[in-house]
Nanobody, 127 residues
Framework: QVQLVESGGGLVQAGGSLRLSCAAS????????MGWYRQVPGKQRELVAA???????NYADSVEGRFTISRDNAKDTAYLQMSNLKPEDTAVYYC?????????????????????WGQGTQVTASS
């Protein structure tokens, strides 16, 4: 079974740093773009940062310059380095990946894209 396993969340004081990790495991044909989202109670999940297999990145305006997303393609792992954390960064952070798996049908082999989500990890920045 394919899954994303997150680690690295926790409680820090405002201004502190944390590093989140997200590792894909299982029978995976390919992992394409990976990203981090966050959600607070009563609000929609929002994109924090994303990265392609080629290393192109995209950040939410609220974290630009403070957060850095990176990945190790050989390990199917993504990271989110968070610096100068603010109380408004407090949320559950979710890892996401655009994945693909192979299948075989009467028409022959094919590739099926699908989304993967991690279980979420709590990040709390106290004031």
């Amino acid at each position: 079974q394919v899954q994303l396993v997150e680690s690295g969340g926790g409680l820090v004081q405002a201004g502190g740093s944390l590093r989140l990790s997200c590792a894909a495991s299982g029978s995976i044909f390919s992992i394409n773009a990976m990203g981090w989202y966050r959600q607070v109670p009563g609000k929609q999940r929002e994109l924090v940062a994303a990265i392609t297999t080629g290393g192109s990145t995209n950040y939410a305006d609220s974290v630009e310059g403070r957060f850095t997303i990176s990945r190790d393609n050989a390990k199917d792992t993504a990271y989110l380095q968070m610096s100068n954390l603010k109380p408004e960064d407090t949320a559950v952070y979710y890892c996401h990946a655009d994945a693909a798996r192979t299948f075989t049908s009467s028409s022959g082999p094919g590739v099926l894209p699908y989304s993967l989500w991690g279980q979420g990890t709590q990040v709390t920045a106290s004031s």
